[in-house]
Each structure stands twice: as C-alpha cells, then as structure tokens.
C-alpha cells in the first residue's frame, strides 16, 4: 500500500512538472547541417524559443524552419547561417515579437526566404539578413512595428513585402541596401488603416522599385532610393 502511494504521489510530481514545463515554453536550438526540416510549435502560456542571449540558431543550407506560436507572451530569436533556407515564424496571438537574422553579422543568407504572419495583439517584427533575401509580412494586427535591414550585393538584389491589415499603431521601416548588381532592390507596403508611418530607404548602382499603399488613418510617408 505505501509503495501504491509512493508511485501515485512520484506520478502526480511528475505530471506537475510536465506541466510546469509545458507553460514556460522555452526552446533553444544550435542545429548544424544540410537539408533538414525544423517544425517547432508552442501553444499557450509564455512561450519563447529563442532569446536576446540565446537565440536559436540554425546554420547550413538547403534547411526548411517553421516556428509556429499559438497564445500568449510569443517571442522568436532565430539566428540563420547559410544559403537556399526557407525560414517561416507563425504567429496567432498576445504578446508577439519576432526576431531574425539571417547571414547577418559577417555570414551568409543568399537565395533565402523569410515569412513573418501575425494575428493580432503586441507585434513587432525586426530581421536582419545580408543576402538576396526575398521577405514577406503579414500582421492581422494590433500594435504593430516592422524594422526590415537587407543588404545584398548580387544581381537579384534583396525583395521585402509588407502587409498590415486590420488597423493598429503600424510603423513600418525598410532598409535595403548594396549593390543590387542589375536588377536593384523590391520593397512593397500595404497598409489598411491606423495611425501609419512608412520608412523605405534603398541603396545600390540601379534604379530600385517601390510600390506603398496606405489606405486611411495618419499616414505619414518617407521614400530614398539609390541613396549610395
């Protein structure tokens, strides 16, 4: 009977750490490597994966990451070393905040694809990449803020998209910058609604496109290209 005891109370233990664990929801990642396919998804509470000191870093080429966030405090530090990567952060609500830096810092992010959609509440999107980095947005939307820094060299040169729907603080800044060889730097913003500002600033030694929509609320709109 005590040792019948002893194992429910060890279970019931064991059940509340898992729990315990459950609701933090921190994970830190150093992945090496080619080819691989990465699908992490955190529902509810806290939330994490990466952070300011210890971020998730995936380093190789070829590789397919998706992070999905369903609830709660989010937060994403993904750090991405290599070319041919395919980077997808998810998130579905509260306290928001995605973090990437793709060959940024002395690496390499050629010919990689990066996707940020957000549902609604905190938001922010900041990512860094030194590349032809093709980047995507979406925020369905609450408060909002969208630091895009792209700096590419090669003939593609780099493309960012951003989408915000749905009002909210909005803020939008785009830095695309080096040589874009022949083909010059893409960056498109649509915004429906809210108090607005839109940054765009793009460098290199041809003509760069710029496509801005912004329908309603404060507006606000700063365009330099071919500031080099």
Same mark, same amino acid.
């Given at each position: 009977? =005590?040792?019948?005891?002893?194992?429910?109370? /060890? /279970?019931?233990?064991?059940?509340?750490?898992?729990?315990?664990?459950?609701?933090? *929801?921190?994970?830190?990642?150093?992945?090496?490597?080619?080819?691989?396919?990465? *699908?992490?998804?955190?529902?509810?509470?806290?939330?994490?994966?990466g952070?300011? #000191?210890?971020?998730? &870093?995936?380093?190789?080429? #070829?590789?397919?990451?998706?992070?999905?966030?369903?609830?709660?405090?989010?937060?994403?530090? /993904?750090?991405?070393?290599?070319?041919?990567?395919?980077?997808?952060?998810?998130?579905?609500?509260?306290? *928001?905040?995605v973090?990437?830096g793709?060959?940024?810092?002395?690496?390499?992010?050629?010919?990689?694809?990066?996707?940020?959609?957000?549902?609604?509440?905190? #938001?922010?999107?900041?990512?860094?990449?030194?590349?032809?980095?093709?980047? &995507?947005?979406?925020?369905?939307?609450?408060?909002?803020?969208?630091?895009?820094?792209?700096?590419?060299?090669?003939?593609?040169?780099? =493309?960012s998209?951003?989408?915000?729907?749905?009002?909210?603080?909005?803020?939008?800044?785009?830095?695309?910058?080096?040589?874009?060889?022949?083909?010059?730097?893409?960056?498109?913003?649509?915004?429906?609604?809210?108090?607005?500002?839109?940054?765009? =600033?793009?460098?290199?030694?041809?003509?760069? =496109?710029?496509?801005?929509?912004?329908?309603?609320?404060?507006? &606000?709109?700063?365009?330099?290209?071919?500031?080099?």
């Amino acid at each position: 009977m =005590k040792l019948i005891t002893r194992m429910m109370a /060890l /279970l019931s233990f064991l059940v509340m750490v898992q729990y315990a664990n459950a609701a933090s *929801n921190s994970i830190y990642v150093d992945q090496i490597g080619d080819g691989s396919t990465v *699908n992490i998804t955190q529902t509810g509470n806290s939330n994490a994966v990466g952070s300011a #000191n210890s971020k998730a &870093t995936f380093n190789g080429n #070829n590789n397919t990451v998706t992070v999905e966030q369903i609830g709660n405090s989010n937060i994403a530090n /993904l750090n991405v070393q290599g070319a041919g990567n395919t980077i997808s952060s998810q998130v579905t609500g509260n306290g *928001n905040s995605v973090e990437i830096g793709c060959g940024a810092g002395g690496g390499s992010c050629s010919a990689s694809t990066i996707t940020n959609t957000i549902t609604g509440d905190g #938001n922010s999107v900041t990512q860094n990449s030194d590349g032809t980095t093709t980047s &995507t947005v979406t925020i369905d939307s609450n408060n909002n803020t969208v630091n895009i820094n792209n700096t590419s060299t090669a003939a593609a040169g780099a =493309k960012s998209a951003v989408d915000i729907s749905g009002g909210g603080g909005n803020s939008v800044a785009i830095t695309q910058d080096g040589a874009a060889g022949t083909n010059g730097h893409d960056a498109s913003v649509t915004i429906v609604g809210a108090t607005n500002t839109v940054d765009v =600033k793009q460098g290199g030694s041809v003509d760069s =496109k710029v496509v801005s929509t912004i329908n309603g609320s404060g507006n &606000t709109l700063n365009i330099k290209s071919n500031h080099n």
